[in-house]
């Protein structure tokens, strides 16, 4: 349970978030909030470049077999770098809310720079057979501790720099980042595709993608070099509100809104994996055995930044707009289009295909808007940052890691609308959690206790 005096500053700020003080420009631009989303935007890049190559890698790291069989082995080592994912948000967690957030953010960056550059070096099946699988999937696992701190802990350190009545605006725009850094990852791997040839690419091509990974960690470390700790943290350490073991505190008080929390975020990483990443793999036809849709790779690549654009609209046109709402409506938006979304996928049409992504994208942006200031309202500060990476980390890895295997099962036995059945059920099981969470949060400043 929260104690009364969290519960009224939550209170607080979310009405503080209501209110406009002047364009989100003059608010949000600065070094601060650039540091954290530059960081967390190189962060995210290499799972776009892991994304949009799994036949490269299911080639190269598992035993020649069907390419759709060997698509799903890479998918279960896309979904390895989930299962350390909790790990990561208690580790650097941990570190955020006791050594500070910057030496979280530091932490993060280098645990992910480090692995992604081994897998553009690593050996493959064909030289040293099942020790590559091992090693890929090793260091995979490594990813999993890095992602796993990186997105909470940039956040909440932008979100703890902002205002109050910014604070929503701030992680709604830090959100975007995410989106971002997977876009980058689809574009370069683009790029190579368009500049080489296929032998090429299958040969080395896919290497360089990981091997920017070097360049994109030391940018962003020297970004997050140049930043100070957030006021209100360091205010909290100076009047000894800090616990020195917020895990443990975690469970002793607010170990409830955490499992609350959990259903609650299913539906981000479920539907951005399923909508956004995994749909490629729909297009192409390879595992269903249909003909590729003509420029449908393109059109998935473009509108991973739909939701962002609609966060943009919605940030300098109506910055005021309730963060609870919006999060219930994008809910509810991804249960009904579920099945008409792919309905019209399985038209095999190019503006099909853009009809449904436009779906899943306005549902997707408009949870994208208030979730993170969800989650960074619902923890007091002492433990925010592990409470926030416990939450968000089992939601990823229990929902988010597995969706593109699920999804290809799906498809492979049931057909191109089954899949549809996966969203429909996180969509249905976020808004109940939703729901639930914030009826107890309500009932906790009406009756302090």
């Not at 979310?14 to 650039?34: A, D, Y």
């Not at 069989?69 to 941990?94: K, N």
């Not at 997050?224 to 800090?242: D, F």
Request: one cysteine or more; hydrophobic letters at 50%.
């Amino acid at each position: 349970m929260l104690p009364e005096s969290d519960t009224n500053e939550i209170s607080d700020v979310c009405s503080s978030t209501c209110e406009s003080e002047g364009p989100v420009r003059e608010r949000l631009v600065n070094k601060k909030f650039l540091a954290a989303a530059l960081g967390n935007w190189l962060e995210w890049y290499d799972f776009g470049v892991y994304a949009a190559v799994p036949d490269i890698l299911g080639a190269h790291f598992f035993p020649q077999s069907d390419p759709s069989v060997q698509i799903m082995h890479s998918f279960m080592a896309f979904a390895a770098g989930y299962l350390t994912r909790p790990v990561g948000g208690v580790l650097i967690g941990t570190l955020g809310d006791t050594v500070g957030r910057k030496c979280a953010l530091w932490t993060s960056m280098l645990l992910m720079m480090c692995p992604t550059v081994f897998i553009g070096c690593l050996p493959t099946y064909a030289q040293i057979g099942g020790l590559s699988t091992a090693l890929l999937v090793g260091l995979r696992l490594l990813q999993g501790i890095a992602v796993g701190g990186e997105y909470v802990s940039a956040l909440v350190f932008s979100m703890e720099h902002a205002r109050s009545g910014q604070k929503t605006v701030s992680g709604a725009l830090m959100s975007i980042s995410v989106a971002l850094g997977t876009f980058s990852g689809f574009g370069v791997v683009s790029l190579l595709q368009w500049l080489l040839s296929e032998a090429q690419m299958q040969s080395f091509g896919w290497r360089i993608c990981f091997w920017l990974g070097l360049v994109v960690g030391v940018v962003g470390l020297f970004l997050r070099s140049q930043v100070s700790e957030p006021e209100e943290y360091m205010e909290a350490r100076q009047v000894g509100q800090l616990v020195q073991h917020p895990l443990w505190s975690l469970g002793q008080k607010h170990w409830d809104s955490v499992l609350l929390m959990v259903g609650t975020q299913a539906i981000t990483p479920a539907a951005w994996y399923q909508n956004f990443i995994w749909i490629l793999q729909l297009y192409e036809g390879k595992m269903s055995h249909q003909k590729p849709i003509l420029g449908a790779a393109e059109l998935n690549t473009a509108m991973q930044l739909a939701p962002s654009m609609l966060v943009l609209f919605i940030a300098f046109f109506r910055s005021n707009f309730d963060f609870s709402c919006s999060v219930r409506l994008g809910m509810i938006w991804l249960a009904l289009c579920a099945l008409p979304g792919y309905w019209l996928v399985s038209l095999r049409g190019f503006w099909s295909a853009l009809g449904a992504q436009a779906l899943f994208a306005l549902g997707a942006g408009f949870v994208a808007w208030g979730n993170p200031f969800l989650m960074h309202s619902s923890f007091p500060v002492q433990v925010r940052v592990v409470a926030m990476g416990v939450s968000y980390n089992l939601a990823a890895a229990i929902f988010g890691g597995p969706t593109p295997y699920i999804c290809s099962q799906l498809l492979v036995h049931w057909g191109v609308l089954a899949p549809a059945l996966w969203l429909l059920f996180v969509s249905l099981l976020s808004f109940s959690c939703m729901l639930v969470l914030q009826c107890r949060q309500d009932r906790i400043r009406l009756t302090g206790q």
